[in-house]
């Protein structure tokens, strides 16, 4: 499966991911599977570029989190570039903040962000895909990053106890409905 909305290009000194929809539970899984190659190959920097993204969700936030941990993991940074001011006060006033850097004035990329966003615009970027998610690969997605928002502080974990446990619940009638078809 394709989502047109995220293109990306592996830079020498970065992974550059470039959304240009709104950041969600439908192309979360993509940015997943991309970063996380990227990852295995011991990249030491992802850049997500949302200056033209309208907006992010808590599904897509809760992946950037759990991306930003696995980086830091192996000593490696997540960056936020130029989201919008609603954008970027959702993630602060979850503590993404404190994972990644959002919009960093001191990073390289910024004196050639205007190079890289063409060369992604000029066919140079991939689109990403996530492959065909069913419908329990998908609420495993957003659980999992929910889960992630959830575990940083004790207020998402407020804010986010009631839909975990409503995943929690349609994962496990799921998981019993396949095992009667098995």
Known sequence: MTDSS???????????VRCSSRGSFVNSPALKAI????????????VVDLEICPGVDSTFMGTLAGLARKM??????LQIATPTQRTRA?????????????????AGWQANIADRRAQLSQGNGKEATAGNMNELDRTRHVLEAHNTLRSMNH????????VCETLE??????EAELGERD
Not at 6 to 16: A, K, R, S
Not at 72 to 77: H, P, S, Y
Not at 90 to 106: K, N, R, T, V, W
């Open 6 to 16: 995220l293109t990306y290009h592996e830079f020498d000194d970065c992974l550059w």
């Open 35 to 46: 970063a996380e190659k990227y990852i295995a190959k011991q990249g030491e920097l992802i």
């Open 169 to 174: 619940e349609d994962l496990m009638r799921h």
């Open 72 to 77: 830091m993991e192996q000593g490696g940074f």
């Open 90 to 106: 959702s993630m602060e006033s979850l503590g993404l903040d404190m994972l990644l850097d959002i919009d960093p004035a001191d």
């Open 155 to 162: 207020k998402n974990n407020e804010t986010f106890g009631y």
